[in-house]
Protein backbone atom coordinates (compact mmCIF):
# COMPACT_ATOMS: atom_id res chain seq x y z
CA UNK A 1 0.00 0.00 0.00
CA UNK A 2 1.19 3.78 -0.81
CA UNK A 3 1.77 5.91 2.32
CA UNK A 4 -1.02 8.23 0.40
CA UNK A 5 -3.51 4.96 0.86
CA UNK A 6 -2.02 4.16 4.07
CA UNK A 7 -2.58 7.62 5.47
CA UNK A 8 -6.07 7.78 3.69
CA UNK A 9 -7.33 5.02 5.64
CA UNK A 10 -5.50 5.36 9.11
CA UNK A 11 -6.16 8.66 10.01
CA UNK A 12 -9.27 9.97 11.85
CA UNK A 13 -11.12 12.97 10.51
CA UNK A 14 -9.44 15.70 13.05
CA UNK A 15 -5.97 14.28 11.61
CA UNK A 16 -7.93 14.41 7.82
CA UNK A 17 -9.07 17.43 7.58
CA UNK A 18 -9.41 21.24 8.42
CA UNK A 19 -11.35 23.35 10.75
CA UNK A 20 -11.78 27.01 11.73
CA UNK A 21 -9.00 29.24 12.80
CA UNK A 22 -6.53 25.47 12.19
CA UNK A 23 -3.46 28.04 11.42
CA UNK A 24 -3.58 27.86 15.11
CA UNK A 25 -6.47 25.47 16.89
CA UNK A 26 -5.42 21.37 15.68
CA UNK A 27 -8.53 20.47 17.35
CA UNK A 28 -11.78 20.70 19.64
CA UNK A 29 -12.60 17.72 21.85
CA UNK A 30 -15.49 17.13 24.68
CA UNK A 31 -15.71 14.50 27.09
CA UNK A 32 -18.63 13.82 29.23
CA UNK A 33 -18.48 11.08 32.39
CA UNK A 34 -21.59 9.09 33.10
CA UNK A 35 -22.12 6.23 35.05
CA UNK A 36 -24.75 3.68 35.41
CA UNK A 37 -27.40 3.64 38.54
CA UNK A 38 -26.94 1.08 41.03
CA UNK A 39 -23.52 -0.65 39.37
CA UNK A 40 -20.06 0.12 41.29
CA UNK A 41 -17.96 2.41 39.70
CA UNK A 42 -14.87 -0.09 37.48
CA UNK A 43 -12.31 1.11 40.47
CA UNK A 44 -14.73 -1.57 42.34
CA UNK A 45 -15.95 -3.68 39.51
CA UNK A 46 -15.81 -7.06 39.57
CA UNK A 47 -15.45 -9.23 36.27
CA UNK A 48 -19.56 -9.62 36.11
CA UNK A 49 -20.62 -5.73 36.78
CA UNK A 50 -18.14 -5.29 33.79
CA UNK A 51 -19.74 -7.36 31.50
CA UNK A 52 -23.10 -5.72 32.47
CA UNK A 53 -22.23 -2.21 31.67
CA UNK A 54 -20.16 -4.06 28.64
CA UNK A 55 -23.69 -5.61 27.77
CA UNK A 56 -26.15 -2.70 28.30
CA UNK A 57 -24.04 0.32 26.32
CA UNK A 58 -23.31 -1.75 23.42
CA UNK A 59 -27.11 -2.92 23.26
CA UNK A 60 -28.16 0.33 23.79
CA UNK A 61 -25.49 1.55 21.29
CA UNK A 62 -27.14 -0.35 18.93
CA UNK A 63 -30.72 1.35 19.23
CA UNK A 64 -29.38 5.05 18.90
CA UNK A 65 -30.50 6.58 16.15
CA UNK A 66 -28.05 9.47 15.61
CA UNK A 67 -28.17 10.85 12.22
CA UNK A 68 -25.14 9.20 9.93
CA UNK A 69 -23.42 7.67 12.82
CA UNK A 70 -22.41 4.12 13.22
CA UNK A 71 -20.80 2.91 15.85
CA UNK A 72 -18.39 -0.21 16.02
CA UNK A 73 -17.80 -1.73 19.42
CA UNK A 74 -14.92 -3.52 20.39
CA UNK A 75 -13.65 -5.09 23.77
CA UNK A 76 -10.08 -4.29 24.84
CA UNK A 77 -9.15 -7.80 24.87
CA UNK A 78 -10.00 -7.99 21.32
CA UNK A 79 -7.27 -5.65 20.36
CA UNK A 80 -3.89 -6.52 20.48
CA UNK A 81 -1.43 -4.38 22.53
CA UNK A 82 -0.46 -2.49 19.31
CA UNK A 83 -3.95 -1.68 18.26
CA UNK A 84 -4.59 0.01 21.50
CA UNK A 85 -1.74 2.25 21.34
CA UNK A 86 -2.53 3.46 18.25
CA UNK A 87 -6.06 4.41 19.37
CA UNK A 88 -4.39 5.93 21.94
CA UNK A 89 -1.92 8.18 19.70
CA UNK A 90 -4.81 8.89 18.04
CA UNK A 91 -6.51 10.08 20.92
CA UNK A 92 -9.68 8.27 20.77
CA UNK A 93 -8.75 6.64 24.13
CA UNK A 94 -7.33 7.25 27.06
CA UNK A 95 -3.92 5.59 28.13
CA UNK A 96 -6.07 4.15 31.01
CA UNK A 97 -8.27 2.64 29.17
CA UNK A 98 -5.70 0.46 26.89
CA UNK A 99 -4.38 -0.83 29.89
CA UNK A 100 -8.10 -2.13 31.08
CA UNK A 101 -7.50 -5.33 28.95
CA UNK A 102 -9.93 -7.55 30.68
CA UNK A 103 -12.59 -4.75 31.37
CA UNK A 104 -13.06 -2.23 29.16
CA UNK A 105 -14.25 -1.48 25.51
CA UNK A 106 -14.73 1.20 23.23
CA UNK A 107 -17.30 2.32 20.86
CA UNK A 108 -15.64 4.35 17.42
CA UNK A 109 -18.34 6.10 14.99
CA UNK A 110 -16.83 5.20 11.32
CA UNK A 111 -15.38 8.47 10.78
CA UNK A 112 -13.68 8.21 14.09
CA UNK A 113 -15.08 11.68 15.83
CA UNK A 114 -17.01 10.11 18.54
CA UNK A 115 -15.39 7.63 20.91
CA UNK A 116 -17.01 6.24 23.53
CA UNK A 117 -14.86 4.42 26.26
CA UNK A 118 -16.74 1.73 28.34
CA UNK A 119 -15.33 1.04 31.93
CA UNK A 120 -12.91 3.41 32.08
CA UNK A 121 -12.87 5.47 35.33
CA UNK A 122 -15.93 6.00 34.42
CA UNK A 123 -18.90 3.29 33.18
CA UNK A 124 -19.05 5.99 30.25
CA UNK A 125 -16.64 7.87 28.79
CA UNK A 126 -18.55 9.97 25.93
CA UNK A 127 -15.90 12.10 23.40
CA UNK A 128 -16.31 14.10 20.30
CA UNK A 129 -13.08 15.33 18.30
CA UNK A 130 -13.28 17.65 16.01
CA UNK A 131 -10.49 19.51 13.80
CA UNK A 132 -10.21 23.57 14.46
CA UNK A 133 -12.03 25.44 16.54
CA UNK A 134 -15.44 23.93 16.56
CA UNK A 135 -15.78 23.48 20.59
CA UNK A 136 -19.71 24.04 20.47
CA UNK A 137 -20.06 21.69 17.53
CA UNK A 138 -18.30 19.30 19.32
CA UNK A 139 -20.81 19.72 22.13
CA UNK A 140 -23.94 19.84 20.36
CA UNK A 141 -22.93 16.34 18.92
CA UNK A 142 -21.69 14.44 22.37
CA UNK A 143 -24.72 16.30 24.01
CA UNK A 144 -27.34 14.45 21.71
CA UNK A 145 -24.97 10.94 21.94
CA UNK A 146 -25.53 11.73 25.92
CA UNK A 147 -29.19 12.51 25.36
CA UNK A 148 -29.74 9.02 22.86
CA UNK A 149 -28.11 7.23 25.81
CA UNK A 150 -29.65 8.18 28.22
CA UNK A 151 -33.37 7.52 27.05
CA UNK A 152 -32.47 3.79 27.22
CA UNK A 153 -29.85 3.59 30.20
CA UNK A 154 -30.28 4.47 34.04
CA UNK A 155 -27.52 6.72 34.66
CA UNK A 156 -26.53 7.99 37.98
CA UNK A 157 -27.50 11.06 38.57
CA UNK A 158 -27.64 13.10 42.09
CA UNK A 159 -29.52 16.02 42.62
CA UNK A 160 -27.48 18.29 44.08
CA UNK A 161 -24.33 17.00 42.97
CA UNK A 162 -25.02 16.44 39.53
CA UNK A 163 -24.32 13.66 37.67
CA UNK A 164 -22.08 11.31 39.77
CA UNK A 165 -18.62 10.35 38.86
CA UNK A 166 -15.78 7.94 40.31
CA UNK A 167 -13.50 11.20 41.04
CA UNK A 168 -14.85 14.25 42.39
CA UNK A 169 -13.37 15.90 40.00
CA UNK A 170 -15.25 15.47 37.51
CA UNK A 171 -19.12 15.29 39.10
CA UNK A 172 -21.67 17.69 38.02
CA UNK A 173 -21.59 18.44 34.05
CA UNK A 174 -19.14 15.88 33.71
CA UNK A 175 -17.38 18.03 31.30
CA UNK A 176 -14.10 17.97 30.41
CA UNK A 177 -13.89 20.50 27.22
CA UNK A 178 -10.33 20.76 25.76
CA UNK A 179 -8.88 22.50 22.85
CA UNK A 180 -5.32 21.29 21.39
CA UNK A 181 -3.13 24.08 20.00
CA UNK A 182 -0.16 24.79 18.21
CA UNK A 183 1.74 28.18 19.88
CA UNK A 184 4.96 28.06 18.68
CA UNK A 185 4.95 32.34 18.56
CA UNK A 186 4.76 32.36 22.18
CA UNK A 187 7.20 29.54 22.79
CA UNK A 188 9.79 31.81 20.52
CA UNK A 189 9.03 34.53 21.87
CA UNK A 190 9.13 33.59 25.70
CA UNK A 191 5.64 34.83 26.26
CA UNK A 192 4.34 31.31 26.67
CA UNK A 193 5.01 30.94 30.97
CA UNK A 194 3.19 34.08 31.26
CA UNK A 195 0.84 32.84 28.93
CA UNK A 196 0.30 29.58 30.56
CA UNK A 197 0.45 31.00 34.22
CA UNK A 198 -2.38 33.66 33.64
CA UNK A 199 -4.57 30.99 32.35
CA UNK A 200 -3.96 28.40 35.09
CA UNK A 201 -5.15 31.36 37.49
CA UNK A 202 -8.98 31.61 34.97
CA UNK A 203 -9.65 28.17 36.37
CA UNK A 204 -8.15 26.47 32.95
CA UNK A 205 -5.70 23.62 33.02
CA UNK A 206 -2.48 23.38 30.10
CA UNK A 207 -1.04 20.15 29.71
CA UNK A 208 1.18 18.80 26.71
CA UNK A 209 -0.09 16.84 23.82
CA UNK A 210 -0.90 13.42 25.22
CA UNK A 211 -2.89 14.70 28.24
CA UNK A 212 -1.83 14.48 31.97
CA UNK A 213 1.82 14.12 32.80
CA UNK A 214 2.68 14.49 29.31
CA UNK A 215 5.11 17.50 28.05
CA UNK A 216 4.66 19.97 25.13
CA UNK A 217 6.47 18.47 22.47
CA UNK A 218 6.22 20.72 19.11
CA UNK A 219 4.69 23.54 21.28
CA UNK A 220 1.42 21.89 21.48
CA UNK A 221 -0.74 22.60 24.44
CA UNK A 222 -3.89 21.42 25.41
CA UNK A 223 -6.40 23.75 27.39
CA UNK A 224 -9.04 22.73 29.17
CA UNK A 225 -11.41 23.43 32.10
CA UNK A 226 -10.77 22.46 35.45
CA UNK A 227 -13.69 23.11 36.98
CA UNK A 228 -16.90 20.69 36.77
CA UNK A 229 -19.10 21.46 39.28
CA UNK A 230 -21.28 24.60 39.85
CA UNK A 231 -21.32 25.87 35.79
CA UNK A 232 -23.48 24.91 33.10
CA UNK A 233 -21.89 23.49 30.03
CA UNK A 234 -22.49 26.70 28.11
CA UNK A 235 -20.70 28.56 30.78
CA UNK A 236 -17.62 26.37 30.85
CA UNK A 237 -17.71 26.27 26.85
CA UNK A 238 -18.15 30.37 26.79
CA UNK A 239 -15.25 30.38 29.30
CA UNK A 240 -12.71 28.48 27.33
CA UNK A 241 -13.41 29.58 23.92
CA UNK A 242 -12.60 33.30 25.39
CA UNK A 243 -10.18 32.23 27.03
CA UNK A 244 -8.50 30.48 23.58
CA UNK A 245 -9.79 33.06 21.79
CA UNK A 246 -7.63 35.45 23.52
CA UNK A 247 -4.77 32.95 23.33
CA UNK A 248 -4.94 32.85 19.61
CA UNK A 249 -4.78 36.90 19.40
CA UNK A 250 -1.69 36.67 21.37
CA UNK A 251 -0.49 34.06 19.11
CA UNK A 252 -0.51 35.69 16.43
CA UNK A 253 0.94 39.16 17.81
CA UNK A 254 3.63 37.12 18.80
CA UNK A 255 4.27 35.49 14.65
CA UNK A 256 3.73 38.83 13.58
CA UNK A 257 6.24 40.25 15.41
CA UNK A 258 8.44 37.57 14.80
CA UNK A 259 7.90 38.15 11.02
CA UNK A 260 8.08 42.12 11.41
CA UNK A 261 11.61 41.77 13.94
CA UNK A 262 12.99 38.75 13.11
CA UNK A 263 12.63 37.62 9.86
CA UNK A 264 15.97 36.33 8.48
CA UNK A 265 16.43 34.40 12.16
CA UNK A 266 13.06 32.75 11.64
CA UNK A 267 13.66 31.97 8.23
CA UNK A 268 16.56 30.41 9.56
CA UNK A 269 15.01 28.28 11.78
CA UNK A 270 12.13 27.10 9.44
CA UNK A 271 14.47 26.26 6.63
CA UNK A 272 17.26 24.58 8.85
CA UNK A 273 14.12 22.56 10.39
CA UNK A 274 12.67 21.46 6.85
CA UNK A 275 16.32 20.45 5.85
CA UNK A 276 16.64 17.84 8.67
CA UNK A 277 13.31 16.82 7.95
CA UNK A 278 13.67 16.34 4.33
CA UNK A 279 17.55 14.71 4.87
CA UNK A 280 17.85 12.89 8.24
CA UNK A 281 18.41 9.14 8.16
CA UNK A 282 17.97 8.84 12.18
CA UNK A 283 15.18 10.95 14.11
CA UNK A 284 13.66 10.33 17.66
CA UNK A 285 10.07 11.30 18.35
CA UNK A 286 10.97 14.34 20.37
CA UNK A 287 12.72 16.25 18.13
CA UNK A 288 10.78 14.91 14.98
CA UNK A 289 7.74 17.27 17.00
CA UNK A 290 10.14 20.25 17.31
CA UNK A 291 10.79 20.49 13.63
CA UNK A 292 7.65 19.73 12.36
CA UNK A 293 6.54 22.87 14.65
CA UNK A 294 9.01 24.83 12.56
CA UNK A 295 7.69 23.71 9.61
CA UNK A 296 4.27 24.16 10.52
CA UNK A 297 5.07 27.73 11.36
CA UNK A 298 6.96 28.44 8.00
CA UNK A 299 4.20 26.88 6.65
CA UNK A 300 1.32 29.36 8.31
CA UNK A 301 3.81 32.55 7.80
CA UNK A 302 4.40 31.70 3.85
CA UNK A 303 8.26 30.58 3.84
CA UNK A 304 7.04 27.14 2.62
CA UNK A 305 5.13 26.92 0.04
CA UNK A 306 3.54 23.40 -1.31
CA UNK A 307 3.57 21.56 2.07
CA UNK A 308 -0.04 20.71 3.44
CA UNK A 309 -0.76 22.55 6.19
CA UNK A 310 -1.92 19.21 7.88
CA UNK A 311 1.26 17.63 7.94
CA UNK A 312 2.03 18.60 11.67
CA UNK A 313 -1.40 16.99 12.68
CA UNK A 314 -0.60 13.76 10.62
CA UNK A 315 2.79 13.22 11.30
CA UNK A 316 2.52 14.08 15.05
CA UNK A 317 0.48 10.93 15.30
CA UNK A 318 2.42 9.25 12.01
CA UNK A 319 5.79 8.94 13.84
CA UNK A 320 4.17 7.69 17.43
CA UNK A 321 6.15 4.42 17.92
CA UNK A 322 2.69 2.31 17.93
CA UNK A 323 1.60 3.87 14.90
CA UNK A 324 5.34 3.68 13.16
CA UNK A 325 5.09 -0.45 13.38
CA UNK A 326 1.41 -0.29 12.24
CA UNK A 327 2.29 0.94 8.98
CA UNK A 328 5.60 -1.07 8.61
CA UNK A 329 3.93 -3.78 9.76
CA UNK A 330 6.52 -5.04 12.38
CA UNK A 331 7.98 -4.76 16.00
CA UNK A 332 10.28 -1.99 16.19
CA UNK A 333 13.07 -1.71 18.85
CA UNK A 334 13.81 2.05 19.53
CA UNK A 335 16.95 2.60 17.40
CA UNK A 336 14.96 0.80 14.47
CA UNK A 337 11.82 3.65 15.48
CA UNK A 338 14.26 6.51 14.83
CA UNK A 339 15.76 4.78 11.46
CA UNK A 340 12.09 4.14 10.22
CA UNK A 341 10.25 7.40 11.14
CA UNK A 342 13.11 9.61 9.33
CA UNK A 343 12.15 7.61 6.42
CA UNK A 344 8.59 8.10 7.12
CA UNK A 345 8.85 11.90 7.24
CA UNK A 346 11.03 11.93 3.79
CA UNK A 347 8.47 10.43 1.94
CA UNK A 348 5.53 12.16 3.35
CA UNK A 349 6.96 15.40 2.71
CA UNK A 350 7.72 14.37 -0.84
CA UNK A 351 4.06 13.64 -1.40
CA UNK A 352 4.29 17.43 -1.67
CA UNK A 353 5.87 19.97 -3.87
CA UNK A 354 7.75 21.53 -1.37
CA UNK A 355 9.29 24.94 -2.52
CA UNK A 356 11.34 26.83 0.64
CA UNK A 357 11.88 30.80 0.14
CA UNK B 1 29.56 17.89 46.09
CA UNK B 2 30.43 14.69 44.26
CA UNK B 3 27.93 11.85 44.84
CA UNK B 4 28.41 9.62 47.07
CA UNK B 5 27.32 6.61 44.97
CA UNK B 6 29.04 7.03 41.89
CA UNK B 7 31.65 9.54 42.86
CA UNK B 8 31.62 10.84 39.26
CA UNK B 9 28.58 13.12 39.10
CA UNK B 10 27.80 16.14 41.33
CA UNK B 11 25.17 15.20 44.00
CA UNK B 12 22.02 17.19 43.40
CA UNK B 13 19.26 14.87 45.11
CA UNK B 14 19.78 15.30 49.05
CA UNK B 15 17.87 12.72 51.30
CA UNK B 16 18.20 12.19 55.13
CA UNK B 17 17.00 9.01 56.17
CA UNK B 18 16.09 8.19 59.62
CA UNK B 19 15.32 4.55 60.29
CA UNK B 20 14.74 3.17 64.43
CA UNK B 21 16.22 6.81 65.25
CA UNK B 22 19.75 6.22 63.18
CA UNK B 23 20.42 9.31 61.28
CA UNK B 24 22.18 8.61 57.73
CA UNK B 25 22.69 11.76 54.99
CA UNK B 26 22.64 10.99 51.36
CA UNK B 27 23.85 12.84 48.84
CA UNK B 28 23.43 11.69 44.91
CA UNK B 29 23.19 12.36 41.26
CA UNK B 30 20.06 12.30 39.82
CA UNK B 31 21.23 8.64 37.73
CA UNK B 32 21.96 6.97 41.47
CA UNK B 33 19.06 8.07 42.92
CA UNK B 34 16.93 6.90 40.48
CA UNK B 35 18.81 3.27 40.83
CA UNK B 36 19.00 3.15 44.39
CA UNK B 37 15.41 1.77 44.56
CA UNK B 38 12.18 2.67 45.51
CA UNK B 39 12.62 4.72 48.17
CA UNK B 40 14.51 7.05 45.86
CA UNK B 41 12.71 6.70 42.81
CA UNK B 42 9.28 7.77 43.94
CA UNK B 43 10.56 10.99 44.75
CA UNK B 44 11.80 11.30 41.76
CA UNK B 45 9.41 10.31 39.78
CA UNK B 46 6.40 12.97 38.22
CA UNK B 47 3.71 14.28 40.73
CA UNK B 48 0.67 12.75 40.35
CA UNK B 49 -2.76 14.19 40.17
CA UNK B 50 -3.71 11.29 42.70
CA UNK B 51 -1.55 12.08 45.20
CA UNK B 52 -2.23 16.01 45.46
CA UNK B 53 -6.01 15.37 45.51
CA UNK B 54 -5.56 12.44 48.28
CA UNK B 55 -3.13 14.83 49.73
CA UNK B 56 -6.38 17.56 50.00
CA UNK B 57 -8.43 14.82 51.25
CA UNK B 58 -5.94 14.51 54.11
CA UNK B 59 -5.82 17.96 54.77
CA UNK B 60 -8.22 16.82 57.38
CA UNK B 61 -6.04 15.54 59.51
CA UNK B 62 -3.51 18.17 59.97
CA UNK B 63 -3.34 20.55 62.58
CA UNK B 64 -6.42 23.08 62.11
CA UNK B 65 -8.96 20.72 60.97
CA UNK B 66 -10.88 18.85 63.78
CA UNK B 67 -10.98 15.46 62.75
CA UNK B 68 -14.40 14.30 62.75
CA UNK B 69 -15.59 10.43 63.65
CA UNK B 70 -15.94 10.18 59.94
CA UNK B 71 -13.37 8.08 58.51
CA UNK B 72 -14.57 4.93 59.19
CA UNK B 73 -18.18 6.09 57.53
CA UNK B 74 -18.20 2.75 55.41
CA UNK B 75 -20.72 2.83 52.35
CA UNK B 76 -23.71 0.89 52.55
CA UNK B 77 -23.90 -0.54 48.67
CA UNK B 78 -20.56 -1.29 47.81
CA UNK B 79 -18.53 -1.42 51.71
CA UNK B 80 -16.19 1.58 50.63
CA UNK B 81 -15.31 3.31 53.91
CA UNK B 82 -14.05 7.05 53.92
CA UNK B 83 -10.26 6.35 54.46
CA UNK B 84 -9.96 4.04 51.52
CA UNK B 85 -11.86 6.92 49.54
CA UNK B 86 -8.99 9.35 50.44
CA UNK B 87 -6.35 6.79 50.06
CA UNK B 88 -7.93 6.30 46.50
CA UNK B 89 -9.42 9.70 45.65
CA UNK B 90 -11.80 7.23 43.36
CA UNK B 91 -15.61 6.59 44.75
CA UNK B 92 -16.90 3.03 45.25
CA UNK B 93 -20.27 3.60 43.60
CA UNK B 94 -23.08 6.34 43.10
CA UNK B 95 -23.96 5.96 46.24
CA UNK B 96 -21.25 6.69 48.10
CA UNK B 97 -22.35 10.49 47.62
CA UNK B 98 -24.90 9.96 49.61
CA UNK B 99 -23.41 7.95 52.62
CA UNK B 100 -20.33 10.81 53.28
CA UNK B 101 -22.48 13.60 51.95
CA UNK B 102 -21.56 15.07 55.25
CA UNK B 103 -17.79 15.32 54.52
CA UNK B 104 -18.16 15.99 50.88
CA UNK B 105 -19.27 19.83 51.03
CA UNK B 106 -15.95 20.89 52.29
CA UNK B 107 -14.23 18.61 49.95
CA UNK B 108 -15.99 20.10 46.75
CA UNK B 109 -15.48 23.32 47.95
CA UNK B 110 -11.89 23.06 47.93
CA UNK B 111 -11.22 21.13 44.53
CA UNK B 112 -14.43 22.50 42.43
CA UNK B 113 -15.08 25.87 44.35
CA UNK B 114 -18.69 25.04 44.28
CA UNK B 115 -20.74 22.18 45.90
CA UNK B 116 -23.85 22.36 43.58
CA UNK B 117 -24.64 21.25 39.92
CA UNK B 118 -26.28 23.39 37.67
CA UNK B 119 -26.19 22.47 34.13
CA UNK B 120 -27.61 19.77 31.85
CA UNK B 121 -30.06 17.15 33.90
CA UNK B 122 -31.59 14.17 32.59
CA UNK B 123 -35.10 13.78 30.79
CA UNK B 124 -35.58 10.11 32.76
CA UNK B 125 -34.09 10.83 36.60
CA UNK B 126 -34.18 14.51 36.58
CA UNK B 127 -37.96 16.02 36.12
CA UNK B 128 -37.85 17.43 39.92
CA UNK B 129 -34.55 18.67 39.71
CA UNK B 130 -35.33 20.53 36.06
CA UNK B 131 -38.35 22.35 37.65
CA UNK B 132 -36.38 23.16 40.04
CA UNK B 133 -33.66 24.46 38.45
CA UNK B 134 -36.38 26.24 36.29
CA UNK B 135 -38.16 27.48 38.90
CA UNK B 136 -34.71 29.54 40.39
CA UNK B 137 -34.34 30.52 37.07
CA UNK B 138 -37.85 32.20 36.70
CA UNK B 139 -37.42 33.73 40.35
CA UNK B 140 -34.17 35.58 38.73
CA UNK B 141 -36.30 36.28 35.98
CA UNK B 142 -38.80 37.51 38.29
CA UNK B 143 -36.78 39.69 40.17
CA UNK B 144 -35.08 41.33 36.83
CA UNK B 145 -38.11 43.00 35.35
CA UNK B 146 -39.80 44.32 38.39
CA UNK B 147 -36.12 46.43 38.91
CA UNK B 148 -36.46 47.41 35.69
CA UNK B 149 -40.07 47.92 36.36
CA UNK B 150 -41.72 45.72 33.77
CA UNK B 151 -44.51 44.59 35.33
CA UNK B 152 -47.01 43.49 33.00
CA UNK B 153 -43.69 41.06 32.46
CA UNK B 154 -43.47 40.04 35.72
CA UNK B 155 -47.02 38.91 36.39
CA UNK B 156 -46.51 36.29 33.61
CA UNK B 157 -43.51 35.04 35.53
CA UNK B 158 -45.04 34.90 38.57
CA UNK B 159 -48.26 33.04 36.95
CA UNK B 160 -45.22 30.00 35.78
CA UNK B 161 -43.86 30.42 39.08
CA UNK B 162 -46.93 28.98 41.10
CA UNK B 163 -47.91 26.86 38.16
CA UNK B 164 -44.11 25.31 39.14
CA UNK B 165 -44.59 25.30 42.46
CA UNK B 166 -47.63 23.49 42.79
CA UNK B 167 -46.69 20.88 40.02
CA UNK B 168 -43.62 20.33 42.41
CA UNK B 169 -45.71 19.62 45.93
CA UNK B 170 -48.35 18.33 43.66
Same mark, same amino acid.
Given at each position: ????????????????????????? /?????????????????????????? %?????????????????????????????????????????? #??????????????? !?????? !?????????????????????????????????????????????????????????????????????????????????? !??????????????? %???????????? #????????????????????????????????????????????????????????????? #??????????????????????? !???????????????? /?????????????????????????????????? | ????? $?????????????????????????????????????????????????????????????????????????????????????????? $???????????????????????????????????????????????????????????????????????????
Amino acid at each position: MSLGDFLQKAMSQWMREGGPQDDII /LTSRIRVARNLEGIPFPVLQTDTHAD %EVIRVTQSALAKTQIPDVKFEFVRCSDMSALERQVLVEKHLI #SPDLAEQVKHGAVAL !SDNEVI !SIMVNEEDHLRIQCIMPGFRLQEAWNLANSVDDELEGILAYAFHERFGYLTACPTNVGTGLRASVMMHLPGLVISDNINRML !SAVSQVGLMVRGMYG %EGSEAAGNVFQV #SNQITLGESEEEIINNLTGVVQQMMDHERAARHALVQHNRSALEDRVGRSFGILAYARRID #SKETMQLLSDVRLGIDLGIIKGV !SAGILKELMVMTQPAF /LQKYFQQELLPMERDVRRAALVRERLRLDDAEVQ | MICDH $CKLRPATVHFTKIVAGQKTDYHLCEQCAQEHGDFFAKAAQAFHFNDLLSSLLNMESSPGFTSLPMSNARCNVCGMTYNQFTQIGRFGCPN $CYESFASRLEPLLKRIQSNTAHVGKVPQKSGEATRSRNELQQLRKELQTAVTTEQYEQAAKIRDKIRELEQKLEG
